[in-house]
């Protein structure tokens, strides 16, 4: 291990040792300054993540800006979260408390770098704990503002970059001071930590992958559905865990879905990522644009019809919407991270339930339609960690927000997030 990495875990100890015995009131006074910062420089922090990045500016200024809500939450309720409980027993006395564990490393992507940061790293220091963070290398200038960021003024540091290769992140885990590890990433990164935490018995939260089904069924109006498959589908220019990837449509509705879809995805605006007025940015890399071009080519070679788009250029990809995909094919059984709609048709609400549970991810699911209490009906079967009836899958600090199979272990924000790397201890009296 360098020893510039070794520095910085024994200064996120050492923090941890004077932090974790300040009242949670100072601890939510940090946030507040947090907030104000992350606000005063939204305009400079949006632009930072579009250098990074490309995402377009006002989608990445809305990002800074939707990192402080997740703030505003855990300012709001943190407190009553982290007070513990007493239970009736036949002791005079018996109640949990909520310690904090000490360093946890954070291992972030690159898709949304501010939001998926706050999302681990606020309910973490809220709790009491120190924060090491490795970030995605493709997004330098995103995590050097970060840590800015989270440099208060009258307050100590405790939040730390770790600047190193992804192959040395096992070393970080395996140093005693780290006491837990999160990650937001792909399987194999997931996979790779999990094994390594599970083997010295650090616990572990894992957000990885989604192809996450938007079922339509026969009775929506399609000019209200319409609108929101295209943001569910492109915004961030598709590169989002949640983004609906596999669009299951009933019969009777399948080929208008298909042809109004693809024709609101020829107007999104692309062009210079920096205008504000722009809808759709480049891909972040492009090997990942060649990747998603490759699964949408073997999909064609399959049968499969483009109805628009399918032009790629480095990392520039345009907005394609796919049909006559079967489940056998790559662009239905992988995960499409980039603007690639699918569109599937089906007769029944059992066979739209049995092709959106065909995945080896279950992160969420939105399913649409007239009759609510018929689809409450079926929520129960979908193999996801969230289903939305009538809105598009989305992130919100106040709803726990986790997958189930390979789409990951444990759940962040709302009230499982503040309690994730926190020591439940009990405390009885006789």
Known sequence: ?????????????????????????????????????????????????????????????????????????????GKEILQGRHIQTKWSETYIVHDPMGVILGVMPWNYPFWQVFRFAIPTLLAGNTVLLKHASNVPFSAKALESCFAVEGFEQVYFNLTLPGKEVEEVIAHPAVKGVSLTGSEPAGSAVAQKAGSLIKPVLLELGGSNAFIVTADVDLDEIIPLAVNARFQNTGQSCIAAKRFLVHESLREEFTTRLAKEAKKLKQGDVMNLSTGIGLMAREDLAIELETILNESVRLGAHVVCGGKRDKNWFEPTVLTDVTDQMPAFTQETFGPLAVVVGFDTIEEAIALSNDSRFGLGVSIFGKDIEELKKWVHLFDDGAVFINEMVISDPRVPFGGNKFSGIGREMSVEGLLAFVNKKTIVIK
Do not use: H
Not at 26 to 51: F, P, S
């Open 1 to 77: 291990m360098k020893k510039e990495v070794e520095i910085r875990i024994e200064q996120a100890e050492n923090a941890y040792q004077r932090w974790s015995k300040i009242a949670l009131e100072e601890r939510i006074e940090y946030l507040k300054k947090v907030k104000e910062k992350l606000l005063l420089n939204k305009e400079r922090y949006g632009a930072v993540i579009t250098q990074d990045m490309f995402k377009p500016l006002s989608q990445a200024i809305a990002e800074v800006e939707k990192s402080a809500t997740l703030i505003d939450y855990y300012i709001e309720e």
